[in-house]
Nanobody, 123 residues
Framework: VQLVESGGGLVQAGGSLRLSCAAS????????VAWFRQAPGKEREFVAT???????HYADSVKGRFTISRDYVKNMVYLQMDTLKPEDTAIYYC??????????????????WGQGTQVTVSS
């Protein structure tokens, strides 16, 4: 199953972006879908996930600013990012997997990844 992210770009601090993740097949209902990000020189870090039960989890650094959602009809997952900060600058990836609750933040628990989309927040 191919995952394709879109919606990245350049935005000023305080602005908003909405990232989209599309799957080539109807797969999101069977998997948890997560967003990770990786800044230059840093490890890939967890941003948010939405599980098959529709429960959501967020990294502390984005809680209250980012919202993950899914559209079963369109087979899409979104990441609404508000009040963006320069430290949010990174390549953002969506991924699917079936992690247990205690491992939802572990990128190794997700086996299928998109190619990423660049988000740049200027100060």
């Amino acid at each position: 199953v191919q995952l394709v992210e879109s919606g990245g770009g350049l935005v000023q601090a305080g602005g908003s972006l909405r990232l989209s993740c599309a799957a080539s097949e109807n797969t999101f209902s069977s998997y948890a879908v997560a967003w990770f990000r990786q800044a230059p020189g840093k490890e890939r870090e967890f941003v948010a996930t939405i599980r098959q039960t529709r429960t959501t989890h967020y990294a502390d650094s984005v809680k209250g600013r980012f919202t993950i959602s899914r559209d079963y009809v369109k087979n899409m997952v979104y990441l609404q990012m508000d009040t963006l900060k320069p430290e949010d600058t990174a390549i953002y990836y969506c991924a699917t997997g079936r992690p247990i609750l205690s491992s939802i933040r572990d990128p190794n628990m997700y086996g299928n990844w998109g190619q990423g989309t660049q988000v740049t927040v200027s100060s």
